[in-house]
Nanobody, 109 residues
Framework: QLQACGGGLVQTGGSLRLSCKAS????????MNWHRQGPGKHRELVAS???????NYQDSVKGRFTISRDNARRTLYLQMNSLKPEDTAVYYC?????WGRGTLVTVSS
């Protein structure tokens, strides 16, 4: 089970930190993903982090977003800086097709 939180309303250029708490799965060995779905858009993969700690990012968020994990706390994070209106979306954490409830991020212009 995955529970995401940390969304909210922020102005352009602001920051937010999303968290995703995992239970009932072997978190330490799981590749963890953040996805998002903006209004009228398809869901898209934003960032991934492997059990080794290696990361991958969608081009539009490179240099602004940072994915990280704390295996001891079984928690996944997404630090989002320099937010833009186009980052407005519901953000979901996911691993092996197990999805958490999304958290809404709204960036005002």
């Amino acid at each position: 089970q995955l529970q995401a939180c940390g969304g909210g309303l922020v102005q352009t250029g602001g920051s937010l930190r999303l968290s995703c708490k995992a239970s009932g799965l072997n978190f330490a060995i799981a590749t963890m993903n953040w996805h998002r779905q903006g209004p009228g858009k398809h869901r898209e993969l934003v960032a991934s982090i492997a059990s080794s700690g290696s990361t991958n990012y969608q081009d539009s968020v490179k240099g602004r977003f940072t994915i990280s994990r704390d295996n001891a706390r079984r928690t996944l994070y997404l630090q989002m800086n320099s937010l833009k209106p186009e980052d407005t979306a519901v953000y979901y954490c996911e691993t092996r097709d197990t999805w958490g409830r999304g958290t809404l991020v709204t960036v005002s212009s």
